[in-house]
């Protein structure tokens, strides 16, 4: 299995921080965020980790010639940001001809007290290699800043059927309250519908409005991973997480 990482944002919400040094390099510990999330994948079973970054962020680079990992890292430079749909179809030479689920992991978003994407493998490995959203339940007055799920059919608590998805919706038009976290398993088919996906919430190609219309092909699943998702996006949710590592690591 391939991974894919997200990580070209010039991280507005932690600025000036991110003028200098970009929020992926955040320490937890003697390490950088986003080794941590390296390590994620490649204990899920990535054999390779595609990661999407810019070329004003050479530290990204710089860790992993100092502290290589155990699976090749393939970077992968967006010159241009056009949001999250658009980073990762900027891989899309590097998956489109794989058999298995895509594994993508937003470079932002570090989860504790777990591997969410062990545990999201299992499940798709349990149900023939299908799609898993990673999510989790948000306050109904935040919905509007996550990806939305609809659930078709519950399959226990934790594990539902995805009957639609939509972006950042209003609270009023919102499906659900359960929202994407931070992990995706995705059919490579998702790369197909990033290619000719226009514009949407924010003027940004969404990955959210590519999922939704894979829906009319393929299984879907939503699965709250165990385990706790912090934003480290902004100074706040990153000293949460660093308190919620320094817990239960
Ligand atoms: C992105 C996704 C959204 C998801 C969120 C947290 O939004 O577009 O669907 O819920 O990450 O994983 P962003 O935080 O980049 O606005």
Redesign the pocket.
Known sequence: MKALIPAAGHGTRFAPWTKLIPKEMLPVGARPAIALIVDEAIEAGADEVVIITSPEKPLLKKWFELNPPKAPIVWVDQLEQHG?GHAVLQAAEHFESESEPVLIL?G??LVSGGNASSAMMEISKANGGASVIGCEEVPRERVS???IMKSASEISEAFFKLADIV??PSIEEAPSNL????RYLLDPAVFRYLKDQTAGVGGEI???DAIRRMLSEKTVFGYIYPGH?H?I?NPNGYLKALEAMNENG
């Open positions: 999250l937003l932002d978003a800043r996550y990806g972006e950042k929202a994407v976290a931070g969404q990955l959210t998702r934003d996006g």
